[in-house]
């Protein structure tokens, strides 16, 4: 078989989530509007056999797991982000890292998983994109990561500084930042060649 994941992951920062917090029902908007893309991010990895790794802050339920998680978000069926963790909620054979900080990187097997699975290239989405898909992308930058931060795979509470966000990663780490509807998957993975 042919691999045809090109070093590449894709990885899904903070999917499951309730969005119940200060700015959860601000942010609603535009994590809805990023389920479509994602979702084709997701369906386009399957095919080319990416890694799908869900990296999913613990919401300071220290006792949790994977599954406490998923039934706790969606248990909160009148929360903001409810749709978002139905549509995305994550697959047997998704990999799933539980993170206590902002970056997927830390304090997280993470950078232990990426090496296992040959990667080198990722693809980051998720919310938000002016905190924890900044800092982990970061992160991944400071590690050598190739980056690919859709534009419209991303969801802010305000437009603005998710802008900013999209502009510091374009322009201080080299990641690519082109929506989905510009670039897709099986091109950023034709890159690789």
């Given at each position: 078989m042919v691999d045809k994941s090109g070093g590449t992951a894709?990885?899904?920062?903070d999917m499951v989530n309730a969005l119940a917090f200060d700015g959860g029902e601000q942010l609603r908007e535009s994590a809805e509007a990023a389920i479509a893309p994602l979702l084709a991010l997701r369906d386009g990895a399957d095919a080319a056999g990416v890694p799908v790794i869900y990296v999913n802050d613990n919401n300071g339920a220290w006792h949790y797991e994977r599954s406490r998680l998923i039934e706790s978000a969606l248990?909160?069926?009148?929360?903001?982000?409810?749709r978002l963790t139905q549509a995305l909620c994550p697959r047997q054979d998704d990999y799933f890292i539980i993170k206590p900080q902002f970056s997927g990187f830390y304090a997280?097997?993470?950078p232990v998983l990426l090496p296992q699975l040959g990667v080198s290239r990722l693809v980051l989405a998720g919310i938000a994109a002016d905190i924890c898909v900044l800092f982990?992308?970061?992160?991944?930058h400071m590690r050598q990561y190739d980056l690919w931060v859709p534009a419209d795979a991303v969801a802010g509470e305000h437009g603005e500084r998710t802008r900013w966000a999209l502009e510091i990663m374009?322009?201080?780490?080299g990641a690519e930042t082109r929506p989905t509807s510009d670039l897709t998957l099986a091109e950023w993975?034709?890159?690789?060649?």
């Open positions: 894709l990885v899904l920062i248990a909160q069926e009148d929360a903001p982000g409810h997280t097997n993470l982990t992308a970061a992160d991944a374009r322009n201080s780490m993975l034709a890159r690789s060649d």
